[in-house]
């Protein structure tokens, strides 16, 4: 059981975690579980968690990874590049049909792109430049090298800008 | 329709102004603090003064427990006294279950339960006798004769191996040269006395004062006619 203080602090990050999850599922639902399934393993595994460090990297680290386990097992994989991110135009993830009638519409283009975004690149716009994290946090949550990262976001905002090219056609 | 940003940096600070941002519901949060609260302050509300009571019972029954009444086994004479009583009380209701007609039946009766009778009171102006069966009392074989007396009684003779048995100092009886135990239960009375390695129970409902001076003449009626042995 983790201690008060801990607790005042993770909930800090609630709204921030949410966001987040409702850019990974698109499902209202599914993002309340999401989250609430994130602080119940925070609360769980608060003595694993180091102070000093970024509480948020880790509450952000720990929304991903569920869903990662949970939630892509749902998604359909497309062929992966070998450094793991897809190529430009073999989406890791496409929109789920299935879940489309349940999704929440998106408002504008630029939703719609991000929509449209792999969970990789997706995942990096988000925390980067939505959330403002330093790109070293924004590897923590990734578990990947900060190269690779800013790799990434190039690429996500290459990716982004083609798309919304296409909505103003 | 948003004119296309030319840089990445453009395209970020566009990301971070345009892109909407989604608020958790009120409830959402409570949940999750309604499900990492301590077990302690979600317990129900009944379940503190339920178990203060159960404390205080049984504190009380701690205190109490020098002055309540205690079961106590009881000892072989009681127990078979009131085995015997049961058998008595069965053919009461029902009769006997294995009708024999004495003395033809003695070699029978003999063999199944293995004890002997060398001499038996067979019934006489007062008592008369009905059957006798095999009885399985306690994990024992014995004899059980039944006697109906003028007014209606039924009379039960029971002999059983005594197997160390004492018959207890407490209720004895001085009758004639005899000093059998008399032992009340269910609303039964039973002389209790033996006979070399026999234990022998005469039982009856004859518990008011008059009958049991008549119930002290059957005793002797019975003990000075019957001679019971251990068989093998």
Same mark, same amino acid.
């Given at each position: 059981m983790a201690d008060p203080e801990f607790q005042r602090d993770a909930l800090q990050h609630l709204n921030a975690l949410y966001n987040f999850a409702m850019y990974l599922t698109r499902n209202p639902p599914e993002a309340e579980d999401l989250v609430q399934e994130t602080y119940l393993r925070a609360f769980r595994f608060s003595h694993r968690f180091q102070p000093g460090t970024h509480l948020r990297a880790w509450l952000f680290q720990i929304l991903r990874n569920t869903f990662l386990t949970f939630?892509?097992?749902?998604e359909r994989e497309a062929a992966v590049a070998e450094d793991g991110v897809p190529d430009w135009d073999t989406? &890791?993830?496409?929109?789920t049909p299935l879940d489309e009638g349940r999704a929440m519409e998106a408002h504008t283009d630029l939703e719609r792109a991000m929509r449209r975004l792999p969970e990789e690149f997706r995942t990096v716009l988000l925390l980067?430049?939505?959330?403002? &994290?330093p790109l070293e946090e924004v590897a923590r949550v990734m578990a990947c090298p900060v190269g690779t990262v800013k790799s990434r976001i190039f690429r996500a905002k290459e990716r982004l800008r083609g798309l919304l090219k296409d909505y103003e056609k | 329709m948003t004119p296309m940003p030319d840089s990445d940096e453009q395209l970020g600070r566009r990301l971070a102004a345009e892109l909407p941002r989604y608020t958790a519901p009120a409830s959402l949060r409570a949940a999750i603090v309604q499900a990492h609260q301590p077990a302690s302050s979600r317990r129900p509300a009944w379940l503190s003064p339920l178990l203060a009571a159960a404390a205080t019972a049984m504190v009380l029954a701690l205190f109490m427990l020098p002055v309540l009444p205690r079961l106590q086994p009881l000892d072989p004479v009681d127990q078979l006294v009131r085995a015997v009583v049961s058998e008595h009380s069965r053919a009461l209701m029902?009769?006997?279950?294995q009708s024999q007609v004495y003395p033809a039946a003695l070699p029978w009766l003999q063999q199944q339960t293995g004890i002997g009778l060398t001499?038996?009171?067979?019934?006489?102006d007062r008592l008369e006798f009905v059957s006798a069966e095999p009885v399985y009392l306690l994990r024992q074989r014995g004899v059980a004769m039944h006697y109906r007396d003028l007014d209606g009684h039924l009379v039960t003779y029971v002999a059983l191996?005594?197997?160390?048995l004492k018959v207890p100092d407490r209720n004895r009886v001085q009758i004639d040269r005899y000093r059998p135990a008399l032992v009340k239960d269910s609303g039964f009375v039973t002389w209790v006395w033996r006979q070399r390695d026999v234990a022998c129970f005469l039982v009856s409902d004859m518990v008011s004062v008059d009958d049991l001076e008549r119930f002290k003449d059957y005793f002797v009626r019975v003990r000075t006619s019957t001679e019971p042995a251990l068989a093998y």
């Open positions: 939630y892509r097992l749902r989406p &890791m993830f496409h929109d980067a430049e939505v959330e403002g &994290m | 029902w009769g006997s279950r001499s038996v009171f067979i019934g006489d191996p005594a197997d160390g």
